[in-house]
C-alpha cells in the first residue's frame, strides 16, 4: 500500500509466457459481465436461454479477450493454455449452475454488474473516498437483494466472518472486510433504503461451482456481529471501524512498516527491493 499509494510507485506490465492469479479473475470477471449484463434481459430477469447461447460462446470470449491483452498465440502453450483452460471450466460450470437453477423455478434479477462506487466517508473533520468496483447486485426472487463478489480462487468460511468491534487488525479477515466495504459503498450512496432483506457474500468459483446445487451453498454469505443480513445498524458499526482504519493510515504519528507476515509478500510486485525481502 505505502510504495503503490503513497509513493505512487506502480508496477510495470509486461507480456510474458505467465500470467498470476488476479489476471486469471480478470478474464473471468470480463465473460461473467458480457453474461450477465442487465441490458440484455427484460426487466433484468435472467433468461436460460440467452445464458445458454453465452455457454456457447466462452471460448470465443475468452479468446478475443486473451488477444486483446495478452497478443496472439499467447495461450496455446505453457501457463497461459493452462490457466484459459481454468477460466473455461470455472465459468462454464457456474453458467450450467445458473442455468439450472433458473429452470428449477428460482427467480434471479440483474441489478448491477462491475458497478463502480465510490462514496465518501468522513474521519476527524477530514474526507476520503473509498473507491471499488461491485461484481454483482441481483435480487432473488424478487425479495432478497444480494451484493456478489466472485472469486476464481476458494474461500473458507472462518474468511466470511468479522465483528465490527475488532480492534485488532491482523484478526480482521481480508474478505470478509472486502465484502463489508463493497457493501457499505452501495448503502453510502443511499441504494439499500428500499429493500428490507439483503445480504452479502461470494461466489467461490473454484471450490464450489459444480459440487453443490443449490444456490445457498453454492453462495457463501459473509457474517458480521452473528447475523447475515445487511442492516442499517451493522452499515454504521462497520462504518465507524472503516473510519478507525482509515484514520491510522493516515495518521502522521503512526509510521508505515513492513510485514512480519512473508506470506503477504509473496505476490507483491516490490519484493524485489522491500526492506524485509523474501527468502529463497
Known amino acids: 500500500y505505502f510504495r503503490e499509494k503513497v509513493l505512487n510507485i506502480t508496477e510495470q506490465k509486461e507480456l510474458t509466457d505467465d500470467i498470476d492469479s488476479s ?9 461473467l459481465e458480457i453474461c450477465f449484463e442487465r441490458k440484455q434481459y427484460i426487466n433484468g430477469i435472467v433468461d436460460a436461454n440467452i445464458l445458454k447461447l453465452h455457454k456457447n460462446n466462452v471460448d470465443s470470449y475468452l479468446d478475443t479477450y486473451i488477444q486483446n491483452t495478452f497478443g496472439n498465440n499467447f495461450a496455446t502453450q505453457g501457463n497461459g493454455y493452462l490457466f484459459r483452460e481454468i477460466a473455461k471450466k470455472q465459468i462454464i460450470n457456474f453458467l450450467t449452475f445458473q442455468i439450472e437453477e433458473i429452470e428449477r423455478g428460482v427467480n434471479i434479477e440483474i441489478v448491477a454488474t462491475e458497478e463502480n462506487m465510490s462514496p465518501q466517508i468522513e474521519f476527524d473533520g477530514q474526507y476520503a473516498y ?13 425479495a432478497l437483494l444480494r451484493i456478489a463478489d466472485y472469486k476464481s480462487g476458494s474461500v473458507e468460511p472462518r474468511e466470511l466472518k468479522g465483528n465490527t468491534q475488532e480492534t485488532n487488525a491482523q484478526k480482521i479477515q481480508d474478505k ?21 432483506n439483503v445480504c452479502a457474500g461470494m461466489y467461490p468459483l473454484r471450490k464450489h461451482i459444480g459440487e453443490n446445487k443449490r444456490d445457498d451453498n453454492v453462495f457463501m454469505k459473509i457474517e458480521t456481529n452473528g447475523t447475515t443480513a445487511i442492516t442499517n445498524d451493522v452499515m454504521t458499526n462497520f462504518q465507524t471501524l472503516l473510519q478507525t482504519t482509515i484514520g491510522e493510515i493516515l495518521n502522521k504519528n503512526i509510521p508505515f512498516h513492513a510485514t512480519t507476515n512473508k506470506e503477504n509478500c509473496k505476490y507483491c510486485p516490490f519484493n524485489m527491493f522491500c526492506q524485509t525481502p523474501l527468502k529463497q
Open 23 to 31: 489476471e486469471l479473475g480478470s478474464m473471468i470477471h470480463h465473460v
Open 130 to 142: 473509498i473507491k471499488g468496483v461491485i461484481d454483482r447486485v441481483d435480487i432473488i426472487d424478487g
Open 176 to 196: 470478509w472486510f472486502q465484502a463489508m466495504t463493497y457493501s457499505w459503498t452501495y448503502w453510502k450512496e443511499g441504494k439499500l433504503k428500499d429493500h428490507p
